[in-house]
């Protein structure tokens, strides 16, 4: 292997750190931990770490590969994350999402891939 290769690999792997850092702290501070006794409660903070978290997620160059299965997919209601997002009136996430679905179309269409979500 290569330098260059090295550093795309150690780049991903410290995006993969920064991905586990933001759940770890949800887990212990936003969620709690059994016998841990550290929460937060303010309302505004817990927001903003999930918001985080999701952006380190679309951002991730380990999820990148099935951005597009996840972000089309729909739950039992038929949303997609953005359609629930909207619909929860979580439109910071929504759009965080929405930007996220333009960078994944834009790179789809460059590809000239006509896989099975293309329209």
């Known amino acids: 292997m290569n330098a260059t290769l090295y550093s795309r690999v150690g780049s991903a792997y410290n995006q993969d750190l920064k991905i586990f850092d933001v759940f770890n702290e949800l887990f212990h501070f936003v969620g709690g931990v059994a016998g841990s006794s550290k929460y937060v409660l303010d309302p505004s903070e817990r927001k903003n770490n ?6 380190l997620l679309c951002d991730s160059p380990a999820l990148e590969p099935y951005l597009l299965d996840l972000l ?3 739950d039992a209601q038929g949303q997609t994350p953005f359609m629930l997002g909207v619909t929860l009136r979580a439109y910071p996430a929504a759009a965080t999402l929405l930007d ?5 179309a834009g790179k789809q269409e460059s590809e000239g891939n006509n896989g099975p979500h293309a329209p």
Not at 50 to 55: D, E, W
């Open 50 to 55: 999930a918001l985080a978290a999701l952006k």
């Open 72 to 74: 089309s997919a729909r």
């Open 100 to 104: 996220t679905i333009q960078i994944v």
